[in-house]
């Protein structure tokens, strides 16, 4: 079994960063204590290696189907799916009463890393399951709670999240799929398509459950008009289930994530007779969808984060068994070729890789971590929590997203021409990572949500919070000789952020928000290359007071390893926030100046 | 038919920037005036319309395959590689003599830009093939040359590039495969291996030729014991062929260039018979090789700043042809979403496509005059060419390789979700350029180069001409208000590259050569920032006279279009030299202080 993930940063995480177990003080999380933390780690390892890793390569290589109406996957989907399944990961969030086991989701999330980085290609089936799983519960009515959560979360069916349209791919507001109420709305009568949708249709489950938006006829236009729905590929009548007009009329040709359908549906179109039934309030939908958003997003996040995880520690493993070349200061040909991670160079890829994947990790489970508070505690705490969750999504989303495409680029370039083959399985983790900086909201879409919505709510109190809790780990550090200089760099950024934002605000205010708005993805990119240092900072503190208080062994080189991968991410990675900031600071406006015409 | 490429452009640095027709003050190149350079440029874009581009995405969708030591490539492999012979771009740059046309490299790196955009999986093949003739013609005996060239000319036969064996990729000291001489020499028995052989076998041609690298017996140690030979599968004796034992063991799964095979080969193996014959001295070989590797790397270049080419036109038409979303300013949505080019953020990733994408041109093209320059020329004209030639082949290979991967994921980026699939060829193009920086010398190698050989040369008299080179361009910029400023800009990112290059020697020269290249591929990358700056100052001096000359219609929107673009490439590209300028001159050593045990 190769390695794909590093379980001892896992715990370092969810214990020394984060104090899982402390979430006990909230009643639902009652007896996650270390120990049970620890258990619940180690049988994800165990199902990924049994079910998910060992069929990774294998759902690439013989992938989805489509033919005639069906959409066939790799054989191991179902045991895989049913195995996760059993093993309680579907409903293990939800509460004791619907056979969940109330699980935090700083370590369910943890978990779920550990299959993400095993195979996506599967686990983001249960997952996405899980997702639908959670509108029915908390908007549905009993009666669609009744019918389609023990199913969901038994494994049996699969959930979707069908929200784009052609017309309409990032601009929910012009969605144009409708529902007309039959019999005083006992359900809708649902028209329209929607494409790219993933686990949209597949062999894998006995039945998909799509949480679908659609315009109730006479609905207000934009996204004030839509609603949510149920709607099954076949409805549950009676004792059985009979075809519910849901059709697939194709499934794309994805470049990767090939194990995973992306599935374009017509609905009601061969009987005109494909009934929703509506979730929650008719006409906010889109509030209920972004609950689920908010997840996803996060969960691509993790997706992410976890292929470049696979894909460093396969191009560690290269490193350490490949012999080429010699060192330029040795360059004795009688003597054997030294082992490729022996050159500097390599060694930075390696970092690169690092500095991505774990603190992207961090991030991520910061994140989640801010989830549970949010929802489980009152007042100021649970609304802080809130606030820094809502403000971090965008990179939590993005960050892992785009820097892991680079970052698995360079563990392909570790491996040289071996790398750009099948031999290996960086060209699949090559193909399968690029998907997400584009799944649950292109970048530039989270760029502007970041600086149009999350760093304005509440008159700015998020980033205010976040400054706070930056600041606290630069005056860790600056206790710290070791780390105190890359303290006084990480205050300078953030010194520097604040002050770009200040102008950015001025400007928009005076020259409108195409202005503000114009360079909001490298706004995301800037502010990335801060939260990132937070975390880096942040882990460097505890391994130097781990170090400190004396460790040895494999323990001793792993908090040298979070030393020094900081160090990398201070002396090459931070610095590019000043480019950055050169450009969002310029009066040039020059993509708002170019005509279209121009471009030729 | 699809845009692939901008002829106008080509036209644009062949004739504007470079002044191609003033070549023929050599003798050898008399006739190429502008008109027939012309007709040469629409000759390519003819031949690429009807044999290259309608295959490109055909040759990925069915692939090369290997079957019981045959390799089959895609039918329409033969007629294009015969296509190309026929017009006679094989030979193009030959003498007369032999069929050429005596082409000066500039116009035919100009044509074969077409070719590689509109088909590189194809295109490659019959260019490969030249520079494999290149070396029988330059140092091959007549026997040879009467045998291999016409055969290579008339792209009934292949040649190849045999470099790289199982335990040496880059490591060419590394090299085992023998030769053992036959008859005093008559020709040499090779026994070995050699991988990823680019067109190493396949069924488009009648004859596969290798120029391979091998060790004659007893031959001294590293690269001073290595000797070229030609190693045909099949080799000429009385009127027929004869199986020459060249095996090949199997080709390579790619993750793009699906059409163009990389074999395995096996020397000898069957029948301890495979012949190989001595091209010019024994042990001379690497030096005869680097000839060719040159034009190979320029070539690569070429390959991956077409494929850019390619991707860029495609993202462009869908921006100009989808609908989405509304501006930030108006949201009003009873009016109709507007095309994603009105879109700041889409522009931005345009402009990125085509600053990478003309910025690489402009280099090539200027790098094909040099060589044309050293190679007609005399005395210290031919020596600085040739120096500047040296200087930024690494760059010329590098940059296009590097950010026109980032350029053809933009382009992606621009179509969304329909980008990773393969209704839109930018998935192709993506998985296609990742090969570019791996070819040839991976980035890494060409750092060393760069700082490790070509700065240094002749007491860094190509750096000192190159900045004469681009002290024109900022003297010329600075006579001109709108440029004046950027003129600055790029003097002070020279200035202060000059600096960090005069610490880095000292360091060097205290500290080894461990340190003093240790960051080679940083170094390489900010002196990219700076090549590139130039490049599109030089261009935008051009357009701005023009401008200023007067223009109308498209011709005026063109000369705009290279200024806008000279104005992205200031505002966000060169902004980023300064960050890799603060990794530079760190004192941190990070890459080299991280032990290999801590890479965990």
Chains 1, 2 share one sequence.
Request: aromatic share 10%; net charge negative.
């Amino acid at each position: 079994m190769e390695q794909y993930v590093s379980s001892r940063n896992l715990r370092f995480v969810i214990h020394e960063m984060l104090n899982t177990a402390e979430l006990q003080r909230f009643e639902r999380f009652q007896g996650y204590d270390k120990e049970s933390i620890d258990m619940a780690l180690d049988a994800a390892k165990q199902l990924s290696d049994q079910y998910l890793y060992p069929f990774y390569r294998e759902m690439d290589k013989n992938k989805a189907v489509y033919d005639n109406g069906t959409v066939k996957v790799h054989p191991c989907m179902r045991p895989g799916i049913k195995a996760l399944a059993e093993g309680g990961w579907i409903s293990a969030h939800d509460e004791f009463e619907v056979g969940g086991q109330q699980m935090p989701y700083t370590l369910l999330n943890a978990c779920t890393f550990i299959f993400h980085a095993a195979n996506a290609n599967l686990s983001c089936h249960p997952f996405l399951t899980t997702g639908a799983a959670n509108l029915i519960r908390n908007f549905g009515s009993p009666e669609l709670n009744e019918t389609y959560i023990p199913n969901l979360y038994n494994g049996d069916w699969q959930g979707t999240m069908a929200l784009t349209e052609p017309q309409a791919g990032s601009s929910l507001s012009d969605i144009t799929s409708s529902a007309e109420p039959v019999n005083g709305g006992e359900y809708y009568k649902i028209k329209g398509q929607k494409i790219y949708i993933s686990g949209g249709d597949h062999d894998g489950v006995d039945n998909v459950v799509h949480l679908l938006l659609a315009r109730i006829k006479g609905a207000p236009a934009g996204t004030k008009g839509i609603s949510l729905f149920v709607v099954p590929k076949y409805r549950p009548e009676g004792d059985g289930l009979v075809f519910n007009d849901v059709t697939t009329a194709g499934i794309y040709g994805k470049m990767g994530q090939k194990g995973y359908v992306a599935a374009h549906l017509m609905l009601g179109e061969q009987h005109d007779d494909c009934r929703g039934y509506l979730v929650g309030q008719a006409n906010a939908g889109l509030k209920y969808m972004f609950q689920m958003m908010n997840e996803a997003r996060i969960g691509t996040g993790m997706v992410a984060a976890a292929t470049a995880s696979a894909a460093y520690y396969a191009s560690l493993k290269y490193a350490n068994e490949r012999p080429q070349g010699r060192h330029p200061s040795n360059k004795d040909l009688t003597l054997p070729q030294v082992l490729i991670i022996e050159h500097a160079d390599v060694r930075r890829m390696l970092l690169y890789q690092k500095a991505v994947v774990e603190g992207s990790i961090a991030l991520l489970m910061l994140c989640s971590y801010y989830g549970d508070v949010s929802h489980q505690s009152t007042g100021e705490e649970a609304q802080n929590a809130h606030l820094l969750f809502e403000l971090l999504t965008p990179i939590a989303k993005s960050y892992p997203s785009e820097w892991g495409i680079h970052a698995v680029s360079m563990g392909m370039q570790v491996l040289g021409g071996a790398g750009y083959t099948d031999d290996f399985p960086l060209e699949q983790h090559y193909r399968d990572i690029r998907v997400n900086a584009i799944y649950e909201g292109t970048t530039t879409i989270h760029g502007l949500d970041l600086l149009g919505r999350k760093l304005t709510m509440e008159n700015g109190k998020a980033a205010m919070l976040l400054g706070q809790e930056i600041q606290k780990e630069v005056q860790t550090a600056l206790t710290m000789p070791a780390l105190a200089p890359y303290a006084e760099k990480l205050g300078k950024v953030g010194a520097g952020l604040q002050e770009t934002l200040g102008k950015l605000v001025q400007t928009g205010m005076q020259e409108g928000p195409e202005v503000y708005l114009a360079d909001a993805t490298i706004f995301l990119e800037y502010f990335s290359y801060l939260v990132m240092g937070w975390m880096w900072l942040k882990q460097a503190n505890l391994a130097q007071k781990a170090l400190d208080a004396g460790q040895s062994g494999s323990e001793k080189l792993f908090y040298e390893s979070k030393i020094q991968t900081c160090l990398y991410y201070f002396e090459y990675e931070l610095p590019k926030a000043t480019a950055l900031k050169v450009t969002l600071n310029s009066s040039a406006r020059v993509t708002l100046g170019t005509r279209p015409e121009v471009l030729v």
